[in-house]
């Protein structure tokens, strides 16, 4: 799924976090805005066990 920050939004999200950036800094922190939502979407889920594998030992093949 694609979340996408509208022009509007993500002027408001500038000016509310107090950011004066050049059109290029703009740009750039656009060009990667949508991934941004996008990755902390996924890591807001519900996780098993298997999300910590380093701590895990003697897991089922199940599991994997």
Same mark, same amino acid.
């Given at each position: 799924? *694609?979340?996408? %920050? *509208? $022009? #509007?939004?993500? $002027? ?9 950036? *050049? #059109? ?7 060009? %990667? ?8 979407? &996924? %890591? &807001?889920?519900?996780?098993? &066990? ?5 701590? *895990? ?5 199940? #599991?994997?």
């Amino acid at each position: 799924m *694609t979340i996408r %920050v *509208t $022009d #509007d939004a993500f $002027d408001y999200l500038l000016a509310r976090a107090g950011l004066t950036l *050049t #059109d290029a800094e703009k740009a750039d922190l656009r060009a %990667v805005c949508d991934g941004i939502a996008e990755m902390a979407a &996924r %890591v &807001r889920q519900p996780r098993g &066990r298997m999300a910590e594998p380093a701590l *895990t030992y003697g897991f089922a093949e199940e #599991d994997l």
